[in-house]
Nanobody, 117 residues
Framework: QVQLVESGGGLVQPGESLRLSCASS????????LGWYRQAPGKQRELVAS?????????ADSVKGRFTVSSYRDTLNNRVELQMNSLTSEDTAVYFC?????????WGQGTQVTVSS
């Protein structure tokens, strides 16, 4: 069973940056996709960014040019990170990392990102 643990959320002011990190409890190998969703109050969960096999990235239009997703693995686990720049109040949400591997989806517990002056 894969568990995902996120870190790095918090409160920042508009225009500032934040970096989220997510680590898996076991090594994920083969074909897999890692990434981030977010859910704002009263809204549906939306895909923010994904990266396939540590190489091919994809972004929501609303974050292109501002967010960068990266991932890597070592002998013990996988990590996926989300660098968020030029944050606005519209980016306020709970961010969930996920892993799609072996036709199964795994989710982190979520980390709150609040952008407010």
């Amino acid at each position: 069973q894969v568990q995902l643990v996120e870190s790095g959320g918090g409160l920042v002011q508009p225009g500032e940056s934040l970096r989220l990190s997510c680590a898996s409890s076991v090594l994920i190998f083969g074909d897999y996709t890692l990434g981030w969703y977010r859910q704002a109050p009263g809204k549906q969960r939306e895909l923010v960014a994904s990266i396939k096999d540590d190489q091919i990235s994809n972004y929501a239009d609303s974050v292109k040019g501002r967010f960068t997703v990266s991932s890597y693995r070592d002998t013990l686990n996988n990590r996926v990170e989300l660098q968020m720049n030029s944050l606005t109040s519209e980016d306020t949400a709970v961010y969930f990392c996920y892993a799609n591997a072996c036709a199964q989806m795994y989710w982190g517990q979520g980390t709150q990102v609040t952008v407010s002056s």
